[in-house]
C-alpha cells in the first residue's frame, strides 16, 4: 500500500510541469519548487496557487520561479523578488505588517465603536422627565376620551 502511494505521489510530482523540460534536474530544488508554487498567487486567477493554474502568467511565474532557484537563491529571497516585482498581493499568505493589522482590524472597530455610542445613548436618555402643565393638561384630555 505505502509502495502504491509513494508510485502515485511520484507520478502526480511528474505530471506537475506542463513540459519536462521546465522541471529542474535536481530533485530537491524541483520539491523547493513546487512549495512556492503553492504560496504564491496567480495574478491572472487571484484565488488559486501558481502550482493550480493553468492561465499563460501562472506558467511565467513557475519559470521564473524555477529559473531562481536554479540562480541558488533562497526561498525567501524568491519570495523577496516576487513581491518586489509584483507586490505583497502575490502571495497567498502575505507577512504580518502593522498595515495589514490595520487593515483587517478595522471593521472590527468600527463595529465596537458603534456599539459603545449606541450604548452609551441609551443610557443617556432618562426616562422620568417631567411634563409640562400643558402636556399633563392635554394627557388628561386624551385619557377622557
Not at 502515485?8 to 530537491?28: I, M, N, T
Not at 478595522?106 to 417631567?130: H, K, M, Q, T, Y
Amino acid at each position: 500500500m505505502k509502495r502504491a502511494l509513494a508510485i502515485l505521489g511520484a507520478v502526480l510530482c511528474l505530471a506537475a510541469a506542463s513540459d519536462p523540460a521546465d522541471r529542474l534536474p535536481d530533485p530537491a530544488q524541483e520539491a523547493r519548487a513546487r512549495e512556492l508554487f503553492r504560496e504564491v498567487r496567480c495574478l491572472v486567477c487571484q484565488n488559486e496557487s501558481i502550482d493550480d493554474s493553468n492561465a499563460e502568467l501562472a506558467g511565467d511565474l513557475r519559470r521564473l520561479v524555477r529559473d531562481e532557484i536554479k540562480a541558488g537563491k533562497t526561498d525567501n529571497q524568491v519570495r523577496d523578488h516576487l513581491t518586489d516585482r509584483y507586490g505583497e498581493f502575490v502571495l497567498l499568505k502575505p507577512a504580518f505588517s502593522w498595515g495589514n493589522a490595520a487593515l483587517w482590524g478595522a471593521p472590527f472597530l468600527v463595529v465596537i465603536l458603534g456599539l459603545l455610542l449606541l450604548f452609551r445613548s441609551f443610557r443617556n436618555r432618562s426616562a422620568d422627565e417631567e411634563l409640562s402643565p400643558d402636556e399633563a393638561k392635554r394627557l388628561d384630555g386624551l385619557s377622557d376620551d
